[in-house]
């Protein structure tokens, strides 16, 4: 993401975000959800180890965040990460089936 082209207005949609979702989630940034989304999608695609099944839901709570976060960002960060995040799901899709 080119942090350059950010301005305090994208910064400020971030912080509303995590403010805003933190009683359900705690503090956190776009860049550590991005993160932690990307590596459950690399540990499901190496083989979920069965017995975290029980953690998985907490597990995806990256992804719940992300998404209730995504309509209070700005157009430009949501621009800026889009495709990163739709390579992400893409990837997650193809390495799930449907319960």
């Not at 359900?24 to 940034?29: H, L």
């Amino acid at each position: 993401m080119d942090m350059e082209a950010l301005t305090g207005d994208d910064y400020e949609s971030v912080h509303r975000a995590s403010r805003g979702l933190a009683a359900r989630y705690g503090m956190v940034t776009l860049n550590a959800m991005i993160e932690a989304w990307e590596a459950l999608v690399q540990d499901v695609e190496e083989g979920f180890d069965a017995e975290l099944v029980w953690e998985y839901a907490n597990m995806l709570r990256c992804r719940g965040w992300l998404a209730e976060a995504w309509p209070v960002f700005t157009d430009r960060i949501r621009v800026t990460r889009q495709a990163e995040l739709d390579a992400l799901d893409a990837r997650f899709q193809l390495a799930t089936e449907l319960d």
